[in-house]
T-cell receptor
Framework: GQSLEQPSEVTAVEGAIVQINCTYQ??????LSWYQQHDGGAPTFLSY????GLEETGRFSSFLSRSDSYGYLLLQELQMKDSASYFC????????????FGSGTKLNVKP | EAGVAQSPRYKIIEKRQSVAFWCNPI?????LYWYQQILGQGPKLLIQ????????DSQLPKDRFSAERLKGVDSTLKIQPAKLEDSAVYLC?????????????FGPGTRLTVL
């Protein structure tokens, strides 16, 4: 089976840096994705790690360590619009098009 | 490029009634997903189609849920009869088959309330 753990809620101030962690236990792992979801909105893709290391996309970066079954999403120069829920999702090794989503981390950005 | 379309956006029904949701994926996307998202939780995969064939429906409650994608394009998800615990947002997503990232594009969802 698949199990993902994320903190339920994180609070940070505008302009700061925040890290959202994701640990997973899986029977077959291929990669880790991150999605953002604003209240009442649809999840939107942020980043994907297929290999160990850091992937950078603008203010957002994502990191993966396969040996530690661990990844994180790093958000820099936080803006109010970053207030949203962030989900990590494990890509299944047996079915490359299948993802298991974590329960999400609600990020509150304060002025 | 048009996004994933879903209808209706909201639906309120009483328990034991039936309901159907419709999804039109992004043109050319072979893979279509239906997810259930209960408030405060992550999306849970119900069923995955590749073209018009089912790839994974291991978490679909088949005694009450059914889904089809007859022509490999749009899809419908049906619940019959509905239970109180089916209250959730039903998200449809699509993706190109394979690919390095397999980005999933989500529709706006249908918020179902079962009374």
């Amino acid at each position: 089976g698949q199990s993902l753990e994320q903190p339920s809620e994180v609070t940070a101030v505008e302009g700061a840096i925040v890290q959202i962690n994701c640990t997973y236990q899986t029977s077959g792992f291929y990669g880790l994705s991150w999605y953002q979801q604003h209240d009442g909105g649809a999840p939107t893709f942020l980043s994907y790690n297929g290999l160990d290391g850091l992937e950078e996309t603008g203010r957002f970066s994502s990191f993966l360590s396969r040996s530690d079954s661990y990844g994180y999403l790093l958000l820099q120069e936080l803006q109010m619009k970053d207030s949203a829920s962030y989900f990590c999702a494990v890509r299944d090794k047996g079915n490359f098009n299948k993802f298991y989503f974590g329960s999400g981390t609600k990020l509150n950005v304060k002025p | 490029e048009a996004g994933v379309a879903q209808s209706p956006r909201y639906k309120i029904i009483e328990k034991r009634q039936s309901v159907a949701f419709w999804c039109n994926p992004i043109s050319g996307h072979a893979t279509l997903y239906w997810y259930q998202q209960i408030l405060g939780q992550g999306p849970k995969l119900l069923i995955q189609f590749q073209n018009n064939g089912v790839v994974d429906d291991s978490q679909l409650p088949k005694d009450r849920f059914s889904a089809e994608r007859l022509k490999g394009v749009d899809s419908t998800l049906k619940i019959q009869p509905a239970k109180l615990e089916d209250s959730a947002v039903y998200l449809c997503a699509s993706s190109r088959s394979g690919g390095a990232e397999n980005t999933q594009y989500f529709g706006p969802g249908t918020r179902l309330t079962v009374l």
